[in-house]
C-alpha cells in the first residue's frame, strides 16, 4: 500500500505562488511516474502535469510555462511550483501514483490518489 498525502495548499492573490508537496509513505515511488490532478467546483477532474521516473515532465496545455513539477527520489517526495496563479487555477488538487514508470494525462493511469489540497487564487 502507498499513501500519498498533499500539503501546501490555501489562499493566494492572483499572480502569486504556491508550491505543493507530495510526501509518499509504505513503498517507495522513485521508480513510478507521479502526477497532479485537479478537480474544481461542479467541473470535471483534469491532469495537470507529470513526471515519469526518469524526470521527463509534462503539462496540460493551462498550466505550461507556469507550473513546474519535479521530484526528490531520495525523501520520496513530488512538487508542484505554482507561478501566476490565476483565479481560473482554483481548485482540490490530488496527488497520484502511475501504475508504471510512465503514466500520461489518464486518470486510469493512475492508482494510488491523496486526500488532496486546496487551492484558492483570489482574484
Known amino acids: 500500500q502507498v499513501q500519498l498525502v498533499e500539503s501546501g495548499g490555501g489562499l493566494v492573490q492572483a499572480g502569486g505562488s504556491l508550491r505543493l508537496s507530495c510526501a509518499a509513505s509504505?513503498?517507495?515511488?522513485?521508480?513510478?511516474?507521479m502526477g497532479w490532478f485537479r478537480q474544481a467546483p461542479g467541473k470535471e477532474r483534469e491532469f495537470v502535469a507529470g513526471?515519469?521516473?526518469?524526470?521527463?515532465?509534462y503539462y496540460a496545455d493551462s498550466v505550461k510555462g507556469r507550473f513546474t513539477v519535479s521530484r526528490d527520489n531520495p525523501k520520496n517526495i513530488v512538487y508542484l511550483q505554482m507561478n501566476s496563479l490565476k483565479p481560473e487555477d482554483t481548485a482540490v488538487y490530488y496527488c497520484?501514483?502511475?501504475?508504471?514508470?510512465?503514466?500520461?494525462?489518464?486518470?486510469?493511469?493512475?492508482?494510488?490518489w491523496g486526500q488532496g489540497t486546496q487551492v484558492t487564487v483570489s482574484s
Open positions: 509504505g513503498r517507495t515511488v522513485s521508480r513510478y511516474a
Open positions: 497520484v501514483r502511475g501504475r508504471t514508470s510512465i503514466a500520461g494525462p489518464n486518470g486510469y493511469e493512475y492508482d494510488y
Open positions: 513526471i515519469n521516473w526518469s524526470a521527463i515532465t
